[in-house]
């Protein structure tokens, strides 16, 4: 029997907050404030994401020491390394009340392991809430990933996993209240696949990388279905074969014996798929033509591209770009390189991207690289042993409420509450900080004295900024206080952070703009008797130098202007479930993702300034776009009418939040007494360079993405667009 439908004004109960108690985490071995720019165009109620009620869990408890994620190295010139998706129950920390038991869930992990066969997590700690293993590489390398779809669907009762994959009904998970009411989907908005659904399907998203979207590349249109039965020494032989070629330029580069494998596994998945309740047998198929993998792939195969779906497991192998001049200081084969910095990889599967980043499905990717990373070791020769690597996540066991689901809002570093970093007096630390976050728009406060005494805390100053280095004259004057959010989601911030030469302890803050907390995200303690290093923050002529890659677009070079429009359904006028009870239905330009539709096509060698607006109250989207980093180089708050326009040294960023706009009570946008519209915007230049291919832009927030706020785009040769004229 279906669950009823809710009325549409008991969807918003009342938010069930907690006590929390420290999580069960061991531990392993310029101004200084950050001034928000956007403090209320970044607002946003909980329910905004998936139009249903948030539980948090509580906040922070006791610190405890700064642990260590495991690192995967570069060997060699090349990052070697397997990296499973695999399942088991993890615990939640909860609150302290008297005969509660911690609270364990079923939820998807990555794990890693590196060519000694060292693995992350250990088989100790498989319980924890933990991020995928750091990978550390530099510029040049080749990377060589076995990925691996392990899930066990079978381990996750209730049908909630697979169902877009299996026909059950609209194929989103479904939500039931206490009351037996069905509280998601809730409305016409929600189907496949622009809804929340639990897909065992997979892939990675390496984010911040300058390589190629296709292939075996940064290729987040591939969908890797499960099956154990295929394993790392099952592929071994034709991935060391493919990993030892390079990377491919197309399909039949790859050894004849792997792609007669994956089609006969594509054959044997259509044979024996469940769909609606019923398993196929070979030759008795159950899943409809349409539904079917085979004839895809083969259709791209024959037409020479790659096809989108596979089985089990895959070979990731790209190399990371390295720009080099000739002797006229001419690009030699590449017009940019990878930005030596702090990058990140996580699941993007649409439809099931935030479910699996929440189950903590991301981890650090850093990219090192001598304009960068040797320029700064040759100011403190010590620094990369001091380094700290920090992931800031959300842990949830999925996006939209179901009663007596596990999850936490708190924000978690390296899966601890509130860690501890031990600094000795006058130390510089490099601190590589990613916001792996579903929602969490936040703003990095000053450092607060909680013990000791004396006036001085611990001095921050921004270096980089998503993985790409700042000028010096934006070293030296952090305009990054004033822009719209240098760390919603998806953002990331090399900081250099220098300990005051008191003793004491001293706590960092983010205010979290989804729910308006602010939560101690770490501590730094200076202890009484700790070492004095004085170390100095770098100077005009020591600083490293920008690649000449990273000067300004110059805007004589824009060959095309566009306007991206991110909102929701017309008439609505706030987050949250509307009087007809359905939460907002999340677009760009008015409609909403629909796989094979390019919404944007550019050519390569194009240079272009996109206005991306915001129709939509109380929410600042995170705008990102794959392959190519951009210049914000205008942004307008309407929330405090301020406007950010820099004249030259614009910030490279690879996501950047769009200010919300105010809306009337009909739902269009407000104007001023003057008659100007009171329309959040950023505008963003773009060199679209190199890797010609198919990808995407989306909401990083990322239930919006799930939820259709996202598009398909491609960039195309130059001779391709003569052909056509």
């Known amino acids: 029997m279906k669950p009823k439908q809710r009325n549409s004004r008991s969807l918003q109960g009342p938010r069930d907050v907690r006590e929390q108690k420290s999580g069960p985490f061991s531990a392993i071995t310029p101004p200084p404030t950050r001034r928000e720019f956007l403090s209320g165009a970044l607002a946003i109620s909980g329910a905004a994401l998936s139009g249903i009620p948030q539980r948090a869990l509580g906040q922070p408890g006791p610190a405890s020491e700064l642990q260590t994620i495991g690192e995967i190295i570069r060997e060699n010139g090349r990052l070697r390394a397997v990296i499973a998706i695999r399942n088991g129950n993890r615990t939640f920390p909860v609150g302290s009340s008297p005969g509660r038991a911690p609270l364990t869930r079923m939820l998807r992990y990555f794990e890693g392991k590196d060519s000694a066969g060292k693995a992350w997590p250990p088989a100790n700690r498989l319980g924890e809430l933990l991020p995928g293993p750091t990978l550390r590489a530099r510029v040049g390398d080749q990377v060589e990933i076995t990925f691996l779809n392990h899930v066990k669907v079978e381990d996750f009762p209730g049908g909630t996993l697979d169902r877009a994959e299996t026909g059950e009904d609209t194929g989103c998970d479904l939500a039931v209240g206490a009351d037996g009411i069905q509280v998601y989907p809730g409305g016409p908005g929600d189907k496949a696949p622009n809804c929340f659904h639990g897909s065992s399907t997979a892939?990675?998203?390496?984010?911040?990388?300058?390589?190629?979207?296709?292939?075996?590349?940064?290729?987040?249109?591939?969908?890797?279905?499960?099956?154990?039965?295929?394993?790392?020494?099952?592929?071994?032989?034709?991935?060391?074969?493919?990993?030892?070629n390079g990377p491919p330029a197309r399909w039949d580069d790859l050894p004849e014996a792997w792609r007669n494998r994956q089609l006969l596994l594509l054959k044997e998945y259509d044979e024996t798929a469940v769909w609606k309740g019923r398993r196929g047998t070979p030759g008795n198929p159950a899943l409809p033509m349409a539904n079917r993998l085979l004839p895809p792939a083969l259709s791209a195969i024959r037409s020479g591209q790659w096809p989108q779906y596979q089985i089990s497991a895959y070979p990731y192998c790209f190399k990371l770009t390295e720009y080099v001049e000739d002797a006229n200081d001419k690009p030699l084969r590449y017009q940019m390189g990878q930005s030596p910095g702090t990058h990140w990889y996580h699941a993007h599967k649409h439809g099931s991207t935030a479910i699996n980043v929440y189950n903590g499905m991301a981890g650090v990717f850093v990219i090192e690289g001598k304009e960068y990373d040797d320029a700064l070791l040759k100011i403190h020769p010590k620094l990369k042993e001091t380094e700290k690597v920090l992931i800031v996540q959300q842990f949830s066991e999925a996006p939209n409420t179901a009663v007596g689901r596990a999850e936490t809002h708190s924000l978690f570093v390296n899966g601890q509450l509130n860690p501890t970093i031990t600094m000795q007096k006058g130390e510089i630390q490099l601190w590589r900080m990613v916001n792996a976050t579903v929602k969490a728009v936040t703003s990095v406060r000053a450092f607060a004295r909680s013990s000791g005494s004396g006036a001085d805390v611990p001095v921050m100053r921004q270096i980089a900024q998503d993985g790409v280095q700042c000028h010096?004259?934006?070293?030296?004057?952090?305009?990054?206080?004033?822009?719209?959010?240098?760390?919603?989601?998806?953002?990331?911030?090399?900081?250099?952070?220098?300990?005051?030469?008191?003793?004491?302890?001293?706590?960092?803050?983010?205010?979290?703009?989804?729910?308006?907390?602010?939560?101690?995200?770490?501590?730094?303690?200076?202890?009484?008797?700790?070492?004095?290093?004085?170390?100095?923050?770098?100077?005009?002529?020591?600083?490293?130098?920008?690649?000449?890659?990273?000067?300004?677009?110059?805007?004589?070079?824009?060959?095309?202007?566009?306007?991206?429009?991110?909102?929701?359904?017309?008439?609505?006028?706030?987050?949250?479930?509307?009087?007809?009870?359905?939460?907002?239905?999340?677009?760009?330009?008015?409609?909403?993702?629909?796989?094979?539709?390019?919404?944007?096509?550019?050519?390569?060698?194009?240079?272009?300034?996109?206005?991306?607006?915001?129709?939509?109250?109380?929410?600042?989207?995170?705008?990102?776009?794959?392959?190519?980093?951009?210049?914000?180089?205008?942004?307008?708050?309407?929330?405090?009418?301020?406007?950010?326009?820099?004249?030259?040294?614009?910030?490279?960023?690879?996501?950047?939040?769009?200010?919300?706009?105010?809306?009337?009570?009909?739902?269009?946008?407000?104007k001023d007494a003057q008659g100007k519209e009171r329309r959040g915007y950023v505008k963003i230049r773009h060199r679209f360079v190199d890797f010609p291919g198919s990808y995407v832009l989306h909401c990083h927030m990322l239930a919006h993405e799930d939820r259709g706020m996202m598009q398909l785009v491609r960039l195309i040769p130059a001779e391709t667009t003569t052909k056509h004229h």
């Open 203 to 244: 892939n990675i998203h390496f984010h911040g990388t300058h390589v190629t979207p296709d292939g075996l590349g940064d290729n987040v249109l591939l969908q890797l279905r499960p099956n154990p039965r295929v394993t790392e020494d099952s592929v071994q032989k034709d991935f060391a074969e493919i990993f030892k």
């Open 472 to 670: 010096w004259d934006n070293y030296k004057s952090q305009p990054h206080q004033s822009l719209s959010s240098t760390f919603a989601p998806g953002n990331r911030m090399d900081l250099l952070v220098k300990a005051p030469e008191t003793p004491g302890s001293y706590i960092l803050e983010l205010k979290d703009t989804t729910n308006e907390n602010v939560q101690p995200i770490l501590t730094v303690s200076v202890p009484e008797d700790a070492a004095s290093l004085p170390m100095d923050f770098p100077t005009e002529e020591n600083y490293p130098a920008l690649p000449r890659f990273l000067g300004d677009i110059d805007e004589a070079t824009i060959r095309i202007r566009r306007t991206l429009d991110f909102g929701w359904e017309s008439g609505r006028s706030r987050p949250g479930p509307g009087v007809d009870g359905r939460a907002p239905k999340f677009m760009i330009d008015g409609r909403q993702f629909l796989d094979g539709r390019y919404d944007q096509t550019m050519v390569l060698g194009d240079a272009e300034e996109w206005t991306l607006t915001n129709s939509t109250a109380q929410i600042a989207h995170p705008f990102h776009i794959h392959v190519n980093p951009f210049q914000a180089v205008e942004i307008f708050d309407p929330l405090t009418d301020k406007l950010y326009k820099p004249e030259k040294n614009f910030v490279w960023q690879d996501v950047i939040a769009i200010p919300a706009s105010v809306l009337d009570s009909t739902g269009k946008v407000d």
